[in-house]
């Protein structure tokens, strides 16, 4: 599921204004010739949003929106007091489910269809899959059940930039107080080699394969079947601050993996292979989510907007280019094949790996078959938001 993760320039600059605040520690001064560092503007991928006709969407005059109109609803009981929504979320609810016309004339009604173009120009990008996977586990460590799965630590702090400099707004900081400085939280590998010692004690679960709990961590949930049988749920709670790495780009570089076996059976496969060298692996990738479990009624994993996700009508996108909870129409191909995949779907998630304006994970839901999907997903597609009347791109 998913965050943004800053820079470590960021996070310097956390340091240094925490310490100007008022730390007894006195700041070298700079050169007099030389003036100050001045904050750098971070980067955003603002995507282009042309305005598109209707029949531009691909096969949308097929399409079968009733099977996406749950998922609608899930983004109203989210965005359903937000005025430009309350008028939409009310005229859904009086929409037959099963009424194809009425709801393709309930979106034509309400909404804009725009084309999302990356910053370049371009209008394709990458679209991936995830899912929710099984994991055996315990809630007592064991021969068998060594892996933590770990609560957030109490001494990770969380701050608001954007408090401090308007520049950085948005963005949020993580990191632990070192004496007088903030220095970044502890990384993937030094949590692995249990160096947080805030981490003891904050043990949920354990688990009995850690490529299983890597790969947990990417997903952002999951389902945990213990010793006796029964199954909880567990979902994303926080995460250390630093950015995503790919472990399969990395195996690429170093020769190990072709591009076209870095799916997720692949890289599993190569660890059952390269146990003595896997720790290493792993490490490459700094970011580690942190879990909490979930209520046993929660009919799916919760996304980013705060609802549970409908399998393969919710996706995973960057919220600094497409805002969540709006409709989205995707064009793409199935995964390993050139078989269209036409569909609306819902922005209700997002993820440490998706950054980019056209830019998408598709949640193919639980179980082996949505593994076997999500896990094989590298396809490009290009996407439609469909903005509400009076909240389109550059009026707000």
């Known amino acids: 599921m998913k965050i943004k993760f800053p820079h470590y320039s960021v996070l310097l600059l956390l340091a240094t204004s925490l310490l100007l605040a008022g730390c007894p520690t006195p700041l070298p001064k700079p050169p007099v010739e030389v003036p100050p560092p001045q904050p750098k503007v971070v980067s955003k991928p603002f995507p282009d949003f042309l305005p598109a006709k209707w029949e531009a969407l691909p096969d949308w005059l097929t399409q079968d929106l009733s099977a996406s109109w749950p998922a609608l609803l899930q983004s109203c009981h989210a965005l359903r007091f937000r005025p430009v929504w309350v008028p939409i979320c009310a005229a859904a609810k009086k929409v037959d489910a099963d009424d194809l016309l009425a709801q393709r004339t309930f979106y034509e009604t309400w909404f804009t269809p725009y084309q999302v173009f990356n910053p370049d120009g371009s209008d394709t990008g990458l679209v991936t899959g995830y899912y929710e996977p099984l994991l055996k586990g315990s809630r007592t460590r064991s021969a068998r059940f060594a892996y933590p799965i770990y609560a957030p630590p109490d001494d990770m702090l969380e701050v608001d930039m954007g408090a401090l400099f308007p520049q950085f707004r948005g963005q949020i900081v993580r990191g632990r107080l070192e004496g007088k400085r903030v220095v970044p939280y502890f990384n993937r590998a030094e949590i692995n080699d249990g160096l947080a010692p805030a981490l003891q004690g904050r043990e949920i679960f354990w688990v009995e394969n850690p490529v299983e709990l890597f790969f947990l961590q990417i997903q952002g949930s999951g389902r945990i079947e213990l010793e006796d049988g029964t199954r909880v749920k567990i979902g994303y709670a926080e995460q250390n601050g630093h950015p995503y790495a790919s472990i399969g780009k990395k195996l690429i570089d170093i020769g190990e993996l072709k591009a076209e076996e870095t799916s997720m059976q692949g890289i599993k496969k190569w660890a059952d292979n390269h146990p003595e060298e896997l720790p290493v692996l792993l490490g490459h990738n700094p970011s580690y989510v942190f879990f909490r479990e979930l209520p046993d009624t929660l009919s799916a994993p919760l996304g980013a907007l705060g609802v549970p996700l409908t399998n393969e009508y919710s996706i995973a996108v960057d919220p600094r280019?497409?805002?969540?909870?709006?409709?989205?129409?995707?064009?793409?191909?199935?995964?390993?094949?050139?078989?269209?995949?036409?569909?609306?779907?819902?922005?209700?998630?997002?993820?440490?790996?998706?950054?980019?304006?056209?830019?998408?994970?598709?949640?193919?839901?639980f179980g082996e078959l949505a593994a076997a999907k999500a896990g094989r997903m590298k396809q490009s597609g290009r996407l439609w938001v469909l903005f509400p009347h009076g909240d389109e791109p550059g009026l707000n």
Do not use: C, H, K, Y
């Open 321 to 365: 280019s497409i805002p969540l909870g709006v409709p989205v129409f995707l064009s793409t191909t199935q995964p390993n094949s050139s078989e269209p995949l036409n569909r609306l779907v819902f922005a209700q998630d997002t993820g440490g790996a998706i950054r980019g304006a056209v830019r998408a994970d598709f949640f193919w839901g």
